[in-house]
């Protein structure tokens, strides 16, 4: 399993990387595409949708089952990667490079109360 040094994550299995615009990039760990097997489709929210943090977002499909993507932290999506809904298996292939959506956030310093790589790979390994 890899986790990125760089990135935070959320405690629901996502990634997130701030921007230097100020935007902030967020995807699923490679835990959960490992999770969930081989992906076959993926929804994303529409650009312009203003989330909630924990708001359901985006569905990842995978042979076995579908899984919701929660907001992490608030705000407006302000891009979606439709590359990966024409190509799913890009997650599986690297969770890190294929990126679900970007937000504006509504609070800036939002990410700092994420979980830095260390406390999610703790996470994950008292969830094994």
């Not at 499909?61 to 992490?72: C, F, G, H, I, W």
Request: glycine share 6%; charged share 25%.
């Amino acid at each position: 399993m890899k986790v990125p040094a760089e990135l935070k994550y959320a405690d629901s299995h996502e990634w997130m990387r701030a921007e230097s615009d100020g935007t902030v990039t967020i995807g699923i760990t490679d835990h959960a595409q490992e999770a969930l097997g081989d992906l076959v489709f993926i929804e994303l929210p529409a650009v312009g949708r203003v989330l909630k943090v924990g708001e359901a977002c985006a569905i990842v499909e995978s042979v076995k089952a579908a899984s919701d993507v929660y907001a992490p932290i608030a705000g407006e999506v302000v891009a979606a990667n439709t590359g990966v809904t024409s190509k799913p298996e890009a997650v599986n292939e690297d969770a890190y490079a294929a990126w679900l959506f970007r937000l504006k956030p509504a609070d800036p310093n939002a990410l700092a109360a994420m979980l830095d790589a260390k406390a999610y790979e703790k996470l994950v390994a008292e969830n094994a």
